[in-house]
């Protein structure tokens, strides 16, 4: 059974750094073909696409938060990590870790419950 | 830039009725990337309810039908039942950097 669950702070200051883990469990990056992918939403709005890395370590970053965006993953401890730098208060969402199988051409199979993230002083 | 325009931004429909949302791409989706369809209900992670533009994951009820290529794309809902009063979002994904759609609301009348 795949499972995602994100933890991180609930609350960042402006300009701090929010640092998100994704812990799962089901999959292994040890597979090939394994991609995890960070998502957000503010709250009453639509779905934005952040960041996703694979199996081999290949990364690919949002174009406009690209300057912002870090992942990375441990495979020994099935994780994966996104830090964003420079948090503003616009940055205020749910941020949600996907799993997608390349083998099988379906994206996001598998999602966490997401975490909100709230950017205030 | 890549962009998906999803249209309407609410559609008020009732039980029973046909659903049409659309997605719109900006550029042709290249080879390596694909289109696929979410629904969100309040509250809830996303759901995969199409992939590669018109392929539905095992679970996904037939009354939903994608179709479409290159920048003009379909989710059809045959016939509404009452869970599917909730947000649907288009999604390109594969080679290249995703994208969502802003999202269409289907709306109990």
């Known amino acids: 059974q795949v499972t995602l669950k994100e933890s991180g702070p609930a609350l960042v200051k402006p300009r701090q750094t929010l640092t998100l883990t994704c812990t799962f469990s089901g999959f292994s990056f040890n597979s090939s073909g394994m991609r995890v992918t960070w998502i957000r939403q503010p709250p009453g709005k639509a779905l934005e696409w952040l960041a996703r890395?694979?199996?081999?370590?290949?990364?690919m970053y949002s174009t406009s938060l690209q300057a912002r965006l870090t992942v990375s993953k441990d495979t020994s401890n099935n994780q994966v990590v996104l830090t964003m730098t420079n948090m503003d208060p616009v940055d205020t969402a749910t941020y949600y870790c996907?799993?997608?199988?390349?083998?099988?051409?379906?994206?996001?199979?598998?999602w966490g419950q997401g975490t909100l993230v709230t950017v205030s002083s | 830039e890549f962009v998906l325009t999803q249209s309407p931004g609410t559609l008020s429909l009732s039980p029973g009725d046909r659903a049409t949302l659309s997605c719109r791409a900006s550029?042709?989706?290249?080879?390596?990337?694909?289109l696929a369809w979410f629904q969100q209900r309040p509250g809830q992670a996303p759901r995969l309810l199409i992939y590669a533009a018109s392929s539905r994951p095992t679970g996904i009820p037939d009354r939903f039908i994608g179709r479409g290529s290159g920048t003009d794309f379909t989710l059809t809902i045959s016939r509404l039942e009452p869970e599917d009063f909730v947000v649907y979002y288009c999604h390109r994904y594969g080679r290249s950097v995703g994208t969502f759609g802003q999202g269409t609301k289907v709306e109990m009348k």
């Open positions: 996907a799993r997608t199988d390349l083998s099988t051409v379906s994206p996001f199979d598998h």
């Open positions: 550029q042709s989706l290249t080879s390596g990337d694909n």
């Open positions: 890395i694979d199996w081999d370590d290949e990364k």
